[in-house]
Nanobody
Framework: QVQLVESGGGLVQAGGSLRLSCAAS????????MGWFRQAPGKEREFVTD????????SYADSVKGRFTISRDNAKNTVSLQMNSLKPDDTAVYYC????????????WGQGTQVTVSS
């Protein structure tokens, strides 16, 4: 059974930092792209960032560029999201996701972790 389990969410003041982690299990994720998405109350889920298997390519939403950094440890099957200079607009449920590199759609999702940034 494939599982993606996020952790590290919480409440932080604006300007602060949080580090989210996602532990993947249940299959090999070799060759998979790992990504982070978020969904704020009343809004659609949006792409935040993703990273290729080897870590050689990352992409970021414009809203988080320069503030968020994605990384992965393939030996541990984990992917992390370092979030700095957080803003109230970053408040959302953050989801970890995985897809084969040749797919456009993500087919594995975590249950999400809440991030709340107070002003």
């Amino acid at each position: 059974q494939v599982q993606l389990v996020e952790s590290g969410g919480g409440l932080v003041q604006a300007g602060g930092s949080l580090r989210l982690s996602c532990a993947a299990s249940g299959r090999t994720f070799r060759g998979y792209v790992m990504g982070w998405f978020r969904q704020a109350p009343g809004k659609e889920r949006e792409f935040v960032t993703d990273i290729t298997w080897g870590g050689g390519r990352t992409s970021y939403a414009d809203s988080v560029k320069g503030r968020f950094t994605i990384s992965r440890d393939n030996a541990k099957n984990t992917v992390s999201l370092q979030m700095n200079s957080l803003k109230p607009d970053d408040t959302a449920v953050y989801y970890c996701a995985a897809r084969p590199a040749f797919n456009y759609e993500y087919n594995y999702w975590g249950q999400g972790t809440q991030v709340t940034v107070s002003s």
